[in-house]
């Protein structure tokens, strides 16, 4: 094989493997983040359905009370796509969902906006702490 095309080769594995941190890395935010199977202590979460569709999340806006926990509850179509990689920056989560799985969340928001996307930035979903 000509040199030219090992180093192609290697550059394009070389992004293949960002795209895989990026997905699967978890950046660390400063905020109070505790990715759990189980609700808060005091039962008094806000519970949250999200799922990954072929055209993006369901539901795309969702509105919740700030200063009270959510308990985020992700799962996916079987036909979801990009949008099974799930990106929720402000709160530390990083994950993928899967069909016929919940995945959950707890987290507690602070008055404002909040973005989730797809690790491409395709499609997008605002959380609403009011």
Not at 99 to 112: D, E, L, M, N, R
């Amino acid at each position: 094989m000509e040199k030219g095309a090992l180093v192609l080769l290697g550059l394009i594995a070389l992004g293949i493997l960002g795209v895989g941190l990026l997905i699967f890395s978890t950046p660390a935010t400063g905020r109070s983040v505790e990715p759990t199977q189980q609700p808060p202590e005091s039962g008094n979460a806000q519970v949250v359905e999200i799922t990954a569709t072929s055209s993006g999340y369901n539901p795309s806006v969702v509105r919740v009370k700030a200063g009270v926990p959510v308990e985020l509850r992700l799962t996916a179509d079987a036909n979801a796509g990009c949008s099974r990689a799930f990106v929720m920056k402000d709160f530390g989560i990083n994950t993928v969902a899967e069909s016929g799985k919940i995945k959950t969340f707890v987290f507690t928001p602070q008055k404002g906006e909040y973005i989730y996307r797809c690790a491409m930035n395709m499609y997008r979903g605002k959380l609403i702490a009011e």
